[in-house]
């Protein structure tokens, strides 16, 4: 069978997946989207097995993204596992939001709760400038950073370090953060393939959703220098809560930054801001 008999084939399989049909067969036979079209060959026997395998398991629920074991983001290829949640595209606002703000300073980041490493290692790329630290409380987790750092060819420090027991070492000029955000009670209300797959440690933000932003806040006099920035990926209604949090802890001009989908997607603030600016612009 020809790639492109082949194509037809997998998108009807895949329903409202057909999107997902290309993503499948480049993985398998290496071939890019281009040579579909311009360099078409015969599938093989094997390959076509493997295909409709992983067809089967996507139809049955299981993301593409775990079966694959990777995805992209920010342009950047990062390996993923059940161990972390799925890098979203809703995230790279965060990530836009703090690369403006960076830009090729020299600051010391850390990413808390970093997951697969995809912001942090972001930033890393992007601003080489930046001494990027990822944070998480699982040694197994860091090793996922560890290894998308590596194939993305970017230096990086990895911190083992439960935040809501622990202090993390050092101090930052900035900190990111995704944290859990999702209420207890609501997590087992979401979408199926979330609650089956993704690890819901990655998604318990406590009984309000705010328990690791106000952790956070609680430690920073501990960990960010007198001259620094912080910015959250929050949930869609969190906007004013999470502002509140950073007000009440002293924080100053928080600004609240909706995604594209014009949900507000991030909070940010500066810590002890009349130092600041002459390290980061955090002007319009």
């Given amino acids: 069978m020809v790639v492109g008999s082949l194509r037809t084939e997998v998108r009807k399989e895949l329903g409202e997946n057909e999107h997902e049909a290309d993503w499948i067969i480049s993985h398998v036979t290496k071939m890019s989207q281009e040579d579909f079209i311009k360099n078409p060959r015969e599938i093989t026997a094997d390959e076509a097995v493997e295909i409709m395998d992983i067809v089967s398991r996507r139809n049955s629920g299981e993301p593409l993204q775990y079966i694959l074991g990777e995805t992209e983001f920010m342009g950047l290829k990062f390996k993923v596992n059940e161990l972390v949640l799925i890098p979203r595209q809703d995230t790279e606002t965060l990530v836009e939001t703090v690369i403006k703000k960076i830009k090729d300073k020299e600051v010391k980041v850390l990413d808390i709760g970093t997951g697969s490493g995809c912001i942090g290692i972001s930033i890393a790329k992007l601003c080489p400038n930046a001494e990027v630290t990822l944070l998480d409380y699982s040694e197994a987790i860091l090793e996922v950073a560890g290894e998308n750092a590596k194939l993305n060819g970017v230096d990086v420090k990895l911190l083992h370090c439960d935040i809501l027991e622990e202090i993390p070492e050092g101090k930052y000029d900035v900190i990111v953060s995704n944290p859990p955000y999702i209420e207890t009670d609501t997590i087992f209300s979401l979408d199926n393939i979330v609650t089956s797959y993704e690890p819901p440690e990655a998604l318990d ?4 959703g705010l328990m690791f932003y106000q952790r956070i806040t609680e430690i ?16 869609y209604n969190q906007g004013e809560s999470v502002s509140e949090i950073l007000d009440e802890a002293e924080f100053s001009g928080i600004k609240v930054i909706k995604d594209p989908c ?16 002459d390290l980061i612009s955090l002007g319009e």
């Avoid at 933000?205 to 309000?208: I, V």
């Avoid at 014009?262 to 600016?277: C, H, I, M, P, Q």
């Fill in 205 to 208: 933000g406590g009984f309000d």
């Fill in 262 to 277: 014009e949900n507000d997607r991030v909070v940010t603030g500066k810590y002890k801001a009349s130092l600041f600016s």
């Fill in 220 to 235: 920073a006099p501990e960990i960010m220098e007198e001259n620094s920035y912080i910015a959250f990926e929050i949930g």
